[in-house]
Structure formats: structure tokens, C-alpha cells
């Protein structure tokens, strides 16, 4: 690249930059005025809660079991050294609560939920598929968009408790090998330092990330160009742009959370 090149690709990527901010926020806008229109696609919401969700259960009950196996065995040698190892089971509940669960559904989401938005609005884009829906009268926004982004903010809540319980079990088969503790005791001492608060911001936080999943896979699939390239490139920007607005959220929900503790 010449030398005298260099400023007008800076300045064309920040007009792009710019540009895309405000397709997105208009993506964003349109999805409310959409979201109030008729018809409602009830049927469709349903159906793909249930592909979403069918879709990373098993991820998550893994990931989650083992996040609370392994969060348990490494906490548990440094509550030795202060005499704290009771405290085991309320530690790791509040961390699991808190900012675990969210944090593992979203992101595990993100990877396979919001890339395959993203693949499957793009090749209906690509192959024109979209476009034949609007000539044949059907709002394709709404049914596609609408719906897909309504499902991924009902069900990470779900996925996120779930994890929560999973996680909580992994903790509990460690802690009863080692302790031989009891299921009632472990989770009594589990939930003792829990509170509505802790339950509140994590529903908060779930629900964030699943609007921030779906919003952007949906957006980088409604617009996808340039062919089966342009596909690949919808799922893979919606996957690294989803986990990177996950972080801001997560920094931004925690700040507000701790002024009300």
C-alpha cells in the first residue's frame, strides 16, 4: 500500500464503521415496530424456543457439570488454608448464581446458536429465499427476525437457571465424595447467602445476552451478501460480535448490581 493510499482506506473504514452503526441501530429500531405488528407468529416463537433450546441442552449440562466439579475443587484448597472449607457450598453458589451461569449459557449460545442464525438467515438472503417471501406478500422480518429474537430472549433465562442447577450438582458430587455431605445439606448451606437479589441480576443478565444473541446473529444474516461467502462471514461475525457485546454487558449489569448491595 502507497504511502498517500493509507488515509482514504482509514477514513472509508470509519465511514463504514459509522455506516454500520446505524444499520444496526436501525435493525434495532425496526425490530420493535415489528415486534407490536400483526400477525404475531405465536407457532413460529414456539418452535424455535424449542429448537434453541434442544440445541444446546446437552452443551450446557456438560459444561455446566463440569464447571461446578471443577469451580468446587479449586476453591477448596485455598478455604483450607484459612479453616473456611464450610464455606464451600455457599462460595460456590454465589459464584455460580451470580456470574457463571449467564456467562457459560451466553456464550455457549452465542457459538451455536447465534452462528447458526446467522448461516440460516444468510442463505435464505443469498439464495433469495427472503426476497420471494416479501414478492409473496408474508412480512419475512417479522416471521424470521421477530421471531428468532423473542425465542433466544425466552429460553437463555431458561438455559441460564438450568446450567445454574447442573453446575450446582457437579459441585455437590465433589463435595459429597470429599465431605460426605448430604443433598439437603449442601444445598441449604448452598443458598443461604443467595439473594433475590443475586437471582434478580442474574435473570437480568440472561435475558440481555439472549436479546444481544439473537439481535445480532438475526442482523448479520437478514444482511448478508456476496454468496456463500458472505454466509460464512454472517456466522462468523455474529458469534464474535455477540461474545464481545456479552463482555460489555457483563461489565456494565455487575456495576450497576453492586449500588444496590
Known amino acids: 500500500m502507497q504511502q498517500n493510499e493509507r488515509p482514504y482506506v482509514i477514513s472509508k473504514r470509519i465511514d463504514g464503521l459509522f455506516i454500520g452503526l446505524k444499520n444496526g441501530f436501525d435493525f434495532f429500531i425496526r425490530f420493535f415496530r415489528e415486534l407490536f405488528s400483526n400477525p404475531f407468529e405465536f407457532k413460529e416463537i414456539v418452535r424455535q424456543c424449542y429448537r434453541i433450546g434442544l440445541q444446546s441442552l446437552l452443551l450446557i449440562s456438560m459444561t455446566g457439570f463440569i464447571?461446578?466439579?471443577v469451580f468446587t475443587k479449586q476453591s477448596r484448597p485455598s478455604l483450607l488454608d484459612f479453616g473456611a472449607e464450610s464455606w464451600l457450598p455457599s462460595l460456590v453458589a454465589i459464584a455460580i448464581v451470580r456470574a457463571l451461569a449467564p456467562l457459560i449459557t451466553s456464550l455457549i449460545s452465542a457459538g451455536?446458536?447465534?452462528s447458526s442464525i446467522?448461516?440460516?438467515?444468510?442463505?435464505?438472503r443469498v439464495t433469495e429465499q427472503i426476497d420471494a417471501m416479501e414478492v409473496s406478500a408474508v412480512n419475512p422480518f417479522s416471521f424470521?427476525?421477530?421471531t428468532r429474537i423473542i425465542a433466544t430472549t425466552i429460553t437463555i433465562p431458561i438455559l441460564s437457571f438450568y446450567c445454574a442447577f447442573v453446575a450446582l450438582m457437579g459441585s455437590f458430587l465433589d463435595v459429597s465424595l470429599n465431605e460426605n455431605t448430604n443433598l439437603i445439606a449442601f444445598f441449604e448451606d448452598a443458598f443461604e447467602q443467595?439473594?433475590?437479589?443475586?437471582i434478580n441480576s442474574a435473570l437480568v443478565k440472561a435475558i440481555f445476552y439472549g436479546f444481544t444473541i439473537g439481535m445480532v446473529g438475526a442482523y448479520q444474516g437478514y444482511n448478508a451478501t456476496n454468496g456463500t461467502q458472505g454466509v460464512g462471514k454472517a456466522a462468523n461475525t455474529a458469534v464474535v460480535t455477540s461474545m464481545f457485546l456479552i463482555f460489555l454487558e457483563e461489565v456494565f449489569i455487575v456495576q450497576i448490581t453492586n449500588w444496590f448491595r
Open 67 to 69: 464447571t461446578g466439579m
Open 118 to 124: 446467522g448461516a440460516e438467515l444468510g442463505s435464505m
Open 112 to 114: 451455536k446458536v447465534g
Open 194 to 198: 443467595i439473594t433475590f437479589l443475586d
Open 144 to 146: 424470521l427476525v421477530v
